[in-house]
């Protein structure tokens, strides 16, 4: 079965620094889709990022950049010029390409705060 | 547009009682999903539509959970006999069809806090 882990529960950055929410997955799968979500406290989950598998360029979206390293099964999420806009919390989660069902595997989270 | 829209935003149920929560899906998307998000975790998958199939429904925690869309567009979900456990936010999500851009992308309403007592 596939699993998605998010390792930091909680991570600060400084208004205008740069910051990195790691994710790993664990998949048998070749082909397959990851994404960020966002979810302020309104909770309206939000997409801040997508990677399809089978590309290999790095998706990048303004200030959101990912490192996806499909060896290492690993997936993290930058944010440049951090804005206090961006505190919430952060979900990695994974999607097989080619599937009966379209379900999302999500991981635990990790909890944005930005430092003014 | 509008999003997927989801209501009540908030319903209180006394331990026992039945809720029926309601998703409005974004015009046009033929899948919709129902996920489960406890206090401090990441949403989980409950059952999935397409149209107004359910084509998997292996998220369900209990035969008191039962997920309908009989005409393809609005689904409920219903919670029989509701105990404590049963306490979390309930996320709707749809997605557009396979042949649109973008159709793997799933598009989140605002969810439903049940609170059961």
């Known amino acids: 079965a596939q699993t998605v882990t998010q390792s930091q529960p909680e991570m600060s950055v400084q208004e205008a620094e740069t910051v990195t929410l790691s994710c790993t997955y664990d998949?048998?799968?070749?082909?397959?889709?990851l994404f960020w979500y966002k979810q302020p406290p309104s909770r309206q989950m939000i997409l801040v990022i997508r990677?399809?598998?089978?590309?290999?360029q790095n998706a990048t979206e303004n200030r959101f950049s990912v490192n996806f390293q499909k060896a290492a099964k690993s997936f993290s999420l930058k944010i440049s010029d951090s804005q206090l806009g961006d505190a919430a919390m952060y979900f990695c989660?994974?999607?097989?390409?080619?599937?009966?069902?379209?379900?999302?595997?999500f991981g635990t989270g990790t909890r944005l705060k930005v430092l003014a | 547009g509008a999003g997927v829209s989801q209501s009540p935003r908030y319903k209180v149920a006394k331990r026992g009682q039945d809720v029926a929560l309601r998703c409005d899906p974004i015009?046009?998307?033929?899948?919709l999903f129902w996920y489960q998000q406890a206090l401090g975790q990441g949403p989980e998958f409950l059952t999935y539509?397409?149209?107004?199939?359910?084509?998997?429904k292996s998220g369900l925690p209990s035969d008191r959970f039962f997920a309908e869309r009989p005409e393809g567009s609005v689904s409920t979900l219903k919670i029989q006999r509701t105990q404590q456990e049963d306490s979390a936010v309930y996320l709707c999500?749809?997605?557009?069809?396979?042949?649109?851009?973008?159709?793997?992308?799933?598009?989140f309403g605002p969810g439903t806090r049940l609170t059961v007592t």
């Open positions: 990677q399809e598998a089978y590309k290999q």
């Open positions: 999500a749809s997605s557009p069809p396979s042949n649109w851009y973008s159709s793997y992308e799933q598009y």
């Open positions: 539509f397409q149209n107004e199939a359910q084509l998997d």
């Open positions: 998949t048998s799968e070749s082909d397959y889709y």
């Open positions: 015009s046009g998307h033929v899948s």
């Open positions: 989660a994974y999607r097989m390409l080619n599937s009966g069902t379209y379900k999302y595997i």
